[in-house]
């Protein structure tokens, strides 16, 4: 059984329930899989070669939905392409995986110089390059292909650095996947009465509920626009139930003019993810969408659900600072910088180990050696277990300031300063200091309305965590800046502290 088999049965059981609505057409799951069998049948014309790569570059829509699962149906290898991304990191990507075939938008079509594959466009043709819909067309009526691989077969490539380091091409097998389904239903209990929300993209966290809400006769709905008044509309007027989104377009919900619980009348699960939620900020979310809220953990090494934090589970504020419980086929422990795995209480490194693994980095057999080491998967994380399994991450390893002989752990600081009622969000991060070593500096980004001094926040955090902790430095910043996926790009904004582009204690 492979991943997309979850589909096929689906179609199978639920053949005229609606799997997909637009703002413009409602598709069945009968519909949807003489689509993808079209689909898949012309790009297995286009490149009969198995585990051949086909890059994807597409906001969210039918079609790319329609395209993901047509390439999963005939054996080839998904790589998204993030159409926020600039010309020379997507050209990085597409020289690197070598791909027989990229299916782009067609306003996205500059972004993509590859001249070696085969193009096919999602919209009008350009330049004589087929299109999805001729595809369609020209393959009416193709049966369902099959096709024999290994369970360590890779699936989808995707790439990864996060807001440090440099990308890598993570390698996500058929096993993975299956584990991540398996796991997304029993986390999220979604059945054929789940309408899922899309308004993080497919090329990222959203990808992994696209099989798992299909696999249970569930709805996927596609915004009308984006942003935090288009997810707004679409819950109030469309009937979502489930969404998955990074933590700052939540509070950009909870802040829109008039916004109240009401405009999401049928929410039954709010899944945040991609960043952490600071304990206060859970309390602020939990006030206004009521107990709705959960989140996992994982990475793109073991996609997105290795422990979970289920609506019941953040009921005891005890546990607000947790990522959740071990999810099924997932063994994570924590372990010594000697490869001692240690105790309950004990603070190390988290490793992980199971199906949801990836089997390595595309292409970097070195880079891999170093990540999977007999057969753990290193996350460089930091974190401990409590008594009853929560896990409680501390930070990045390589986020440690250390400053004047003592260690930071800049979210631990984070978490302080987001207690301050007129912070919005913060990070914390390190810059050299000729007498500390490092100095532990922040950058604020305030509420609307709300104002506050360097003095005030660390004043705020020194009562709460001590003068080790407290931020020498503090920068107020009108708008952190974000990855594609709403990540505060941490380096970004400790670059600029170090070039002075940004004066302490000064708004920008």
């Given at each position: 059984?492979?991943?997309?088999?979850?589909?096929?049965?689906?179609?199978?059981?639920?053949?005229?329930?609606?799997?997909?609505?637009?703002?413009?057409?409602?598709?069945?799951?009968?519909?949807?899989?003489?689509?993808?069998?079209?689909?898949?049948?012309?790009?297995?014309?286009?490149?009969?070669?198995?585990?051949?790569?086909?890059?994807?570059?597409?906001?969210?829509?039918?079609?790319?939905?329609?395209?993901?699962?047509?390439?999963?149906?005939?054996?080839?290898?998904?790589?998204?392409?993030?159409?926020?991304?600039?010309?020379?990191?997507?050209?990085?990507?597409?020289?690197?995986?070598?791909?027989?075939?990229?299916?782009?938008?067609?306003?996205?079509?500059?972004?993509?110089?590859?001249?070696?594959?085969?193009?096919?466009?999602?919209?009008?043709?350009?330049?004589?390059?087929?299109?999805?819909?001729?595809?369609?067309?020209?393959?009416?009526?193709?049966?369902?292909?099959?096709?024999?691989?290994?369970?360590?077969?890779?699936?989808?490539?995707?790439?990864?650095?996060?807001?440090?380091?440099?990308?890598?091409?993570?390698?996500?097998?058929?096993?993975?996947?299956?584990?991540?389904?398996?796991?997304?239903?029993?986390?999220?209990?979604?059945?054929?009465?789940?309408?899922?929300?899309?308004?993080?993209?497919?090329?990222?966290?959203?990808?992994?509920?696209?099989?798992?809400?299909?696999?249970?006769?569930?709805?996927?709905?596609?915004?009308?626009?984006?942003?935090?008044?288009?997810?707004?509309?679409?819950?109030?007027e469309r009937g979502g139930t489930v969404c998955f989104m990074p933590p700052t377009l939540v509070y950009m919900l909870m802040g829109l003019q008039g916004a109240s619980r009401a405009d999401f009348p049928h929410l039954k699960r709010l899944i945040y993810g991609g960043a952490p939620m600071p304990p206060e900020k859970v309390r602020e979310v939990r006030d206004f969408f009521g107990p709705v809220l959960g989140t996992t953990y994982g990475q793109t090494e073991a996609p997105q659900i290795l422990t979970v934090m289920?609506?019941?589970?953040?009921?005891?504020?005890?546990?607000?600072?947790?990522?959740?419980?071990?999810?099924?086929?997932?063994?994570?422990?924590?372990?010594?910088?000697?490869?001692?795995?240690?105790?309950?209480?004990?603070?190390?490194?988290?490793?992980?180990?199971?199906?949801?693994?990836?089997?390595?980095?595309?292409?970097?057999?070195?880079?891999?050696?170093?990540?999977?080491?007999?057969?753990?998967?290193?996350?460089?994380?930091?974190?401990?277990?409590?008594?009853?399994?929560?896990?409680?991450?501390?930070?990045?390893?390589?986020?440690?300031?250390?400053?004047?002989?003592?260690?930071?752990?800049?979210?631990?600081?984070?978490?302080?300063?987001?207690?301050?009622?007129?912070?919005?969000?913060?990070?914390?991060?390190?810059?050299?200091?000729?007498?500390?070593?490092?100095?532990?500096?922040?950058?604020?980004?305030?509420?609307?309305?709300?104002?506050?001094?360097?003095?005030?926040?660390?004043?705020?955090?020194?009562?709460?965590?001590?003068?080790?902790?407290?931020?020498?430095?503090?920068?107020?910043?009108?708008?952190?800046?974000?990855?594609?996926?709403?990540?505060?790009?941490?380096?970004?904004?400790?670059?600029?502290?170090?070039?002075?582009?940004?004066?302490?204690?000064?708004?920008?």
């Open positions: 059984m492979y991943p997309i088999d979850f589909f096929w049965r689906a179609v199978q059981r639920w053949p005229e329930r609606i799997a997909i609505d637009t703002p413009g057409e409602q598709i069945t799951y009968r519909q949807l899989a003489e689509q993808v069998r079209a689909v898949a049948a012309g790009l297995t014309r286009l490149d009969p070669t198995p585990q051949s790569r086909i890059g994807i570059c597409a906001t969210n829509s039918a079609d790319h939905l329609v395209a993901l699962l047509a390439v999963l149906a005939c054996g080839k290898v998904w790589v998204p392409l993030n159409p926020k991304s600039t010309q020379s990191e997507i050209r990085r990507i597409t020289d690197a995986i070598e791909a027989s075939v990229l299916i782009i938008e067609s306003d996205y079509a500059h972004l993509v110089t590859d001249e070696q594959a085969q193009r096919v466009l999602i919209g009008p043709s350009l330049n004589g390059a087929p299109t999805l819909a001729q595809l369609r067309q020209e393959n009416v009526g193709a049966p369902t292909p099959t096709f024999d691989l290994s369970e360590d077969a890779t699936q989808a490539i995707k790439f990864t650095g996060g807001t440090t380091g440099a990308p890598k091409g993570v390698m996500q097998p058929y096993r993975a996947w299956m584990a991540n389904i398996v796991n997304q239903i029993n986390a999220w209990s979604f059945d054929e009465h789940d309408r899922y929300v899309m308004a993080a993209p497919i090329t990222h966290g959203t990808s992994t509920y696209v099989l798992p809400v299909l696999a249970q006769g569930g709805c996927h709905v596609i915004m009308q626009g984006v942003g935090a008044d288009a997810v707004r509309t679409t819950f109030k289920r609506s019941e589970d953040f009921a005891d504020e005890a546990n607000w600072a947790a990522v959740g419980r071990c999810t099924w086929f997932s063994d994570v422990a924590i372990m010594s910088p000697e490869g001692k795995l240690l105790a309950t209480g004990e603070v190390g490194e988290v490793v992980a180990r199971g199906p949801l693994l990836m089997t390595g980095y595309w292409k970097l057999p070195e880079k891999t050696a170093e990540t999977l080491v007999d057969g753990w998967l290193h996350t460089g994380d930091r974190g401990m277990f409590d008594e009853r399994g929560y896990l409680y991450l501390k930070d990045r390893l390589k986020d440690m300031v250390i400053t004047g002989g003592f260690n930071v752990y800049p979210i631990e600081v984070e978490n302080a300063l987001s207690q301050h009622p007129a912070v919005h969000e913060c990070t914390v991060f390190g810059v050299p200091d000729d007498k500390w070593g490092e100095s532990v500096q922040a950058a604020v980004q305030l509420r609307p309305g709300e104002s506050a001094s360097e003095a005030d926040l660390t004043a705020f955090v020194r009562e709460r965590l001590g003068p080790v902790q407290t931020p020498k430095r503090i920068h107020f910043i009108q708008d952190l800046p974000r990855s594609p996926v709403g990540k505060v790009l941490k380096n970004a904004v400790r670059d600029m502290a170090i070039s002075n582009s940004i004066q302490p204690g000064t708004p920008t």
